[in-house]
């Protein structure tokens, strides 16, 4: 396994960055999230976005000095995702990282992300389990599953992707405007994956493991795990021929 870089990029010190953290019930993980992400640098914007949570996660994450969206009732991660970026574009941030509440992104990694954003070689990049030296362990249906829709992402983008369902991210000004005005809510990041093609945003991937979660437990088995995957391979191909918002345009 690679090592992660622990120091700041001095170019983050003249932009304007939010990291952006989606939580439903995570009241068990997301002040860790907060933490790592102010370790790495304590100039980021943390802002949660309260996915109608049921626990404390909007009280913990108040306590531990971050600033909380909360959403009247569930939406989903496609649905928070844009709430936060939607804040981004309007509070002017050039700037974004998106980690997941459940700490299974490790915020250590944020130098090696961020860096093709800031040398002006991506519009966002994704964080990558599956280029990791030491491979990502995980169920046999799930590792199917992601070879099948990375596949089938790759070919719909004619780009090579590998890890289309990634939430570690770093996006800049361009990227944040695309996803404020338009970001897909029922497989998002699937989805988004074409809509970035679609708007001849340059992404790439780079290595990043991924933890077990903090706390919680996962509710995929393999039953709901078939059926998303076939679900999102239809959206992957709908989304070839869905009308995208552009960005700056009223909704």
């Known amino acids: ?48 976005v309260d ?13 531990k000095g971050a600033r909380v969206l909360t959403l009247p009732y569930n939406l989903g991660i496609g649905g928070s995702v844009q709430t936060a970026f939607r ?16 700490g299974q992104h490790d915020a250590a990694y944020l130098p090696a992300l961020i860096a093709p954003v800031l040398d002006g070689d991506a519009d966002i990049a994704v ?30 983008t004619r780009e090579r992707v590998t890890d289309p369902s990634s939430g570690f991210q770093a996006l800049n000004r361009r990227a944040i405007e695309l996803f404020a ?23 790439v991937e780079v290595p990043a493991p ?9 509710s995929h088995g393999v039953l709901k795990s078939t059926y998303f995957l076939a679900k999102v391979l239809l959206a992957l191909f709908v989304a070839l021929f869905r009308r995208h918002a552009v960005p700056g345009e009223t909704r």
């Open 51 to 63: 996915d109608g949570s049921g626990d404390r996660t909007a009280e913990v994450a108040e306590e």
């Open 210 to 218: 991924m933890r077990e979660r903090l706390a919680g437990t996962s």
């Open 181 to 203: 005005n338009d970001y897909p809510h029922e497989f998002p990041e699937v989805e988004a994956t074409v809509l970035v093609a679609k708007h001849r945003l340059r992404r």
């Open 127 to 156: 964080g990558s389990r599956y280029l990791t030296g030491g491979g990502y362990r995980q169920s046999a249906h799930r590792h199917l599953g992601n070879r099948i829709l990375a596949g089938a992402a790759s070919l719909v």
């Open 1 to 48: 396994m690679e090592t992660a870089v622990s120091h700041v990029d001095p170019r983050l010190a003249r932009l304007r960055r939010i990291a952006v953290v989606p939580a439903y019930n995570e009241e068990g993980s997301v002040t860790r999230v907060i933490d790592e992400i102010r370790t790495y640098d304590p100039g980021f914007e943390v802002v949660v």
């Open 87 to 102: 804040f981004a574009l309007e509070n002017d941030f050039e700037l974004a990282v998106r980690l997941d509440g459940d």
